[in-house]
């Protein structure tokens, strides 16, 4: 969580024992600063206390003059009372032992008695506070209350309202957290559900949340039900690689699958939040289509070959290829693969062709972003443009959500659609499709003269300037960049051009683009027309479907038909597999050692948690065993080694040690000029 500032100490007793605790803070939240727990239901620490289900209730008293302590005649929730001078809390009396057994009995009156075939089964905090609390046998002995099973809210959410406990963390998350407020408690007393306006399909891009802070099994994962148990699963933590933010995860895998995807708590990138893109968007790790043989083509089709073969073969066409050789590489690179991809074609292939950019502009390099996720919580303003964020980079759409609902930032939205932010901006401009540049000329006039709504809120906030790399995709996006360079030179405030992909700002810090080489070479474009017409004659794709990816479809069909040789290195065969001359399998992220670096420049590192498939390897051996067989010499064995590489090498990987990437990682310091011939 963002730095606040700290609340006065006050003294408080808990069970006996004197503490000191910043004053209004929650008593369920002292408790845990001598190692106690206080059993919840519908307390979260990042959403509001409610006190709805009475699960926390303690007993409460003040001290008096004489040294004796007055206790309030009834029990007090934890979870809503602040912590003041003198008071005295009591968690582990008879009476706090009463009231907790009464809470679960009146719980489990109507929840069915079906934790054997419940996905929450051995993971629910109700199970668990049953066990240790609750009563050992019921006195109710009526008909429990039915009701639909396995409703499904979404594709990716199944309701079973049998198991709800009305806690309403659910309903919570979606109006204080995602902002989208898509579900909300219908009817009253005992019938009381959480349901979507009108029924309608729970479409929040962060619903995959409610699934794992539900305390009880009624909101499950459509894509996880009956798939395991949770002594069944081998848990890895990683990173998800489905956008650039980077967020902290864990995999967890069933007999070498990968099964279900968590948010893994980390307070400077994520939190403990995913959007749904991250939770259930890979699903393709177990596709049968993975890539998982190394596939050569003879005459009108493929054949399976060795890695030895496949590099002999590659290594005649690209060696010293110079000019007449390329390469474009995906976002899913991790910055050891990267590193080492740059190194086989400037040392091996002496080729600058090389780009990771899949816009339909690459134009200048702009300064790296300077802003801090976690930092946005402290901004008094964020001016958003060109950009949804909900849908780019929805971590940083969390964060800057937050930071208007908790701490009153003033949010500007410059766009030419409806946004998500929209909900929460104090002012929110839309201009034409294609007119950006005139709308900013526009907005650069305004501030000079203090006029309009929007350059007012700009010139009082001077917040940093949040768009991402799709403003590549514009015709004119030099121009309209600089535009944005001259807007936040006047305000004083920093620009901040995010990545899309996954690597996409290690790959710019690596230097993986034509400009960056000691002689410039071509961009993606460049290198696509050269194809097209025949002057590059060997192309390797390395991790990426430039028919996927890039916007123009046509060019890249012309660009893939007409070069000579294709090496097509990927760890899913997708369209471009039909145009390769040799297909590569390489390990997925979670299936190998590496580190990415995110939109903020968080460098993290991350370990394998699923065995590739068969024959695949990491992308970083498959680039060092290709240069090994052209010059000879010591390779690296393992991601740790080329990060320290790195670290040596560029910098701004300076003093950047595998350890503390790995150890919720470390952001990268002031970017400085990078020799080409200083390399190694």
């Known amino acids: 969580?963002?730095?606040?500032?700290?609340?006065?100490?006050?003294?408080?007793?808990?069970?006996?024992?004197?503490?000191?605790?910043?004053?209004?803070?929650?008593?369920?939240?002292?408790?845990?600063?001598?190692?106690?727990?206080?059993?919840?239901?519908?307390?979260?620490?990042?959403?509001?206390?409610?006190?709805?289900?009475?699960?926390?209730?303690?007993?409460?008293?003040?001290?008096?003059p004489d040294g004796s302590v007055r206790k309030m005649p009834k029990p007090q929730a934890a979870c809503t009372l602040p912590a003041s001078e003198g008071l005295v809390i009591f968690t582990d009396t008879e009476q706090v032992h009463k009231d907790r057994k009464g809470v679960l009995e009146f719980l489990l009156i109507n929840h069915p008695l079906d934790c054997p075939i419940c996905d929450r089964g051995g993971e629910c905090p109700l199970q668990n506070n049953t066990l240790f609390y609750g009563p050992s046998t019921s006195r109710?002995?009526?008909?429990?209350?039915?009701?639909?099973?396995?409703?499904?809210?979404?594709?990716?959410?199944?309701?079973?309202?049998?198991r709800c406990i009305q806690c309403g963390r659910c309903v919570r998350f979606t109006e204080e957290i995602s902002g989208d407020a898509?579900?909300?408690?219908?009817?009253?007393?005992?019938?009381?559900?959480?349901?979507?306006?009108?029924?309608?399909?729970?479409?929040?891009?962060?619903?995959?949340?409610?699934?794992?802070?539900?305390?009880?099994?009624?909101?499950?994962?459509?894509?996880?039900?009956?798939?395991?148990?949770?002594?069944?699963?081998e848990t890895a933590p990683g990173i998800c690689t489905m956008c650039s933010n980077g967020c902290s995860v864990w995999y967890d895998r069933r007999k070498g699958k990968l099964v279900r995807i968590n948010g893994r708590t980390n307070e400077a990138v994520n939190e403990e939040w995913t959007c749904d893109r991250g939770k259930f968007g890979t699903d393709w790790l177990n596709d049968p289509k993975r890539a998982s043989a190394v596939k050569i083509r003879r005459g009108d089709a493929f054949v399976r070959a060795s890695w030895a073969d496949a590099y002999g073969e590659i290594l005649e066409r690209f060696r010293g290829g110079g000019s007449s050789v390329a390469g474009l590489a995906g976002p899913m690179l991790s910055n050891e693969d990267l590193f080492l991809l740059r190194r086989l074609f400037a040392e091996v292939f002496e080729s600058p062709n090389l780009?990771?950019?899949?816009?339909?502009?690459?134009?200048?390099?702009?300064?790296?972003?300077?802003?801090?996720?976690?930092g946005l919580e402290d901004e008094k303003?964020?001016?958003?443009f060109g950009a949804s964020l909900s849908d780019e980079s929805p971590i940083v759409y969390l964060r800057v959500r937050k930071a208007w609902f908790r701490e009153g930032a003033k949010v500007a939205v410059a766009t030419s659609a409806p946004d998500d932010a929209d909900a929460f901006a104090a002012c929110s401009v839309r201009y034409g499709p294609g007119s950006e540049a005139e709308f900013l000329r526009g907005l650069l006039r305004d501030v000079d003269l203090a006029q309009g709504e929007l350059a007012r809120l700009l010139l009082e906030t001077r917040g940093p300037i949040l768009t991402t790399e799709s403003i590549w995709n514009l015709a004119n996006a030099e121009e309209v960049l600089g535009?944005?360079?001259?807007?936040?030179?006047?305000?004083?405030?920093?620009?901040?051009?995010?990545?899309?992909?996954?690597?996409?700002?290690?790959?710019?810090?690596?230097?993986?683009?034509?400009?960056?080489?000691?002689?410039?070479?071509?961009?993606?474009?460049?290198?696509?027309?050269?194809?097209?017409?025949?002057?590059?004659?060997?192309?390797?794709?390395?991790?990426?479907?430039?028919?996927?990816?890039?916007?123009?479809?046509?060019?890249?069909?012309?660009?893939?038909?007409?070069?000579?040789?294709?090496?097509?290195?990927?760890?899913?065969?997708?369209?471009?597999?039909?145009y390769a001359?040799?297909?590569?399998?390489?390990?997925a992220p979670g299936e190998t050692d590496g580190s990415f670096t995110n939109v903020e420049r968080r460098v993290q590192a991350f370990e394998k948690a699923v065995e590739p498939p068969a024959e695949a390897k990491p992308a970083w051996r498959v680039f060092s065993e290709a240069m090994v067989r052209a010059q000879p010499r010591t390779p690296p064995f393992s991601a740790r080694e080329i990060l320290e590489q790195i670290a040596r090498a560029v910098p701004a990987f300076e003093g950047v040690r595998w350890e503390e990437a790995r150890d919720g990682g470390v952001r990268l310091g002031a970017r400085r000029p990078l020799s080409p011939a200083g390399r190694s």
């Open 355 to 374: 780009d990771y950019r899949m816009t339909r502009t690459q134009g200048a390099q702009v300064d790296p972003p300077s802003f801090t996720i976690e």
């Open 581 to 587: 001359s040799v297909v590569l399998p390489i390990a």
């Open 140 to 162: 109710f002995v009526e008909m429990k209350r039915h009701a639909v099973k396995a409703y499904p809210l979404s594709a990716h959410v199944t309701l079973d309202l049998e």
């Open 483 to 578: 535009l944005l360079k001259e807007l936040a030179a006047k305000l004083g405030c920093s620009l901040n051009v995010m990545a899309l992909g996954a690597n996409g700002q290690g790959a710019e810090e690596l230097d993986v683009r034509p400009d960056a080489f000691e002689r410039p070479g071509l961009g993606t474009k460049e290198i696509l027309e050269a194809c097209a017409d025949g002057r590059v004659r060997a192309l390797w794709l390395a991790g990426v479907d430039p028919l996927r990816d890039y916007p123009d479809r046509g060019l890249v069909e012309r660009a893939l038909e007409n070069v000579e040789y294709l090496v097509f290195q990927t760890a899913l065969e997708t369209e471009a597999a039909a």
């Open 381 to 384: 303003g964020v001016f958003v």
């Open 1 to 64: 969580m963002a730095k606040k500032t700290e609340a006065p100490p006050v003294n408080i007793t808990v069970n006996g024992i004197d503490l000191q605790v910043p004053k209004g803070e929650l008593i369920v939240e002292s408790v845990k600063r001598l190692g106690l727990e206080i059993p919840i239901f519908c307390y979260h620490p990042r959403m509001k206390p409610v006190g709805m289900c009475r699960m926390c209730l303690v007993e409460v008293g003040m001290k008096q």
């Open 182 to 233: 898509q579900l909300a408690f219908r009817h009253r007393g005992a019938e009381m559900q959480p349901a979507t306006f009108e029924l309608g399909e729970f479409t929040s891009k962060f619903s995959g949340n409610t699934i794992e802070i539900c305390p009880v099994g009624a909101l499950t994962s459509s894509h996880y039900r009956f798939r395991a148990r949770p002594w069944d699963l």
